[in-house]
């Protein structure tokens, strides 16, 4: 997608930090910054802006999904979910980058996951990795989000993370979250509030969104908790494996 402005978001934040006149030690929030969007160039989405922030701190690891580059994406460090201020190269521990021994990171969304290392959490993000890729599996003409190099693959949505933001053929949002061992009820709530943050923060005049939960094993209690729930789908997903002899020639 174009740039709205005659500068892409990642150096309008450099303008924004000599425009506001940041110190190196001083710690500027994520709110500071959306207002300071909002007063200049309102036309940018606020998720749009929460995707470069983590883009352009060194240590935060969800950077590996916007594609940081070395050098032109190192200005903040993250201090908190919230909170950032400048990098420090002398200081600070070297940048991460995609590639890194960090990509399979864990998201920083408190919630609910798979402990880091166990089966289950490799299997969510390689379920993530390969539906990022095979949108159509799942619906004929979805594909994942993008705006000015930030991809739909952890989204942010006000310090959590949709695993897949997609759109489809008519340009409409969909959310899709992944449950890799069976869909828990408690995920309904959850996905009702990254539809809702998007309806609010994301869409423009008479764009829509609707919600898919994909799992292993959808429970009975998901899909009663569904099945009042308007612009819901839910997905059970199949593995299949195949082994073939490696052998010297």
């Not at 880091?116 to 890729?133: H, I, M, T, V, W």
């Not at 949002?173 to 609010?200: C, F, H, N, P």
């Amino acid at each position: 997608m174009a740039s709205l402005y005659d500068k892409p978001v990642r150096a309008l934040m450099h303008d924004m930090v000599c425009d506001i006149d940041l110190k190196p030690d001083t710690v500027i929030s994520r709110d500071r910054v959306r207002s300071w969007f909002g007063e200049n160039y309102p036309k940018i989405k606020d998720g749009t802006i929460a995707a470069h922030l983590l883009r352009m701190s060194v240590n935060s690891k969800s950077r590996v999904h916007y594609g940081a580059k070395p050098g032109e994406d190192d200005l903040f460090f993250q201090v908190d979910p919230k909170h950032f201020r400048l990098y420090r190269p002398q200081n600070d521990p070297a940048p991460i980058y995609p590639g890194d021994d960090v990509e399979q990171a864990v998201r920083e969304e408190v919630q609910e996951l798979p402990e880091e290392g166990s089966p289950e959490f490799a299997y969510e993000k390689d379920l993530q990795n390969y539906l990022a890729r095979n949108l159509h599996l799942i619906e004929s003409g979805l594909t994942l989000f993008e705006d000015e190099g930030i991809n739909g693959l952890e989204f942010p949505v006000g310090g959590r993370f949709i695993d897949i933001l997609a759109t489809d053929s008519d340009g409409n949002y969909v959310v899709i979250e992944l449950k890799v061992s069976k869909g828990y009820d408690r995920v309904v709530g959850q996905l009702l509030r990254y539809m809702a943050w998007i309806r609010t923060n994301q869409t423009e005049l008479g764009q829509s969104v609707r919600g898919i939960i994909v799992a292993r094993h959808i429970s009975e209690d998901l899909l009663l908790a569904c099945s009042g729930v308007e612009g819901v789908q839910l997905f059970e997903y199949e593995l299949s494996v195949s082994l073939h002899e490696a052998r010297l020639e």
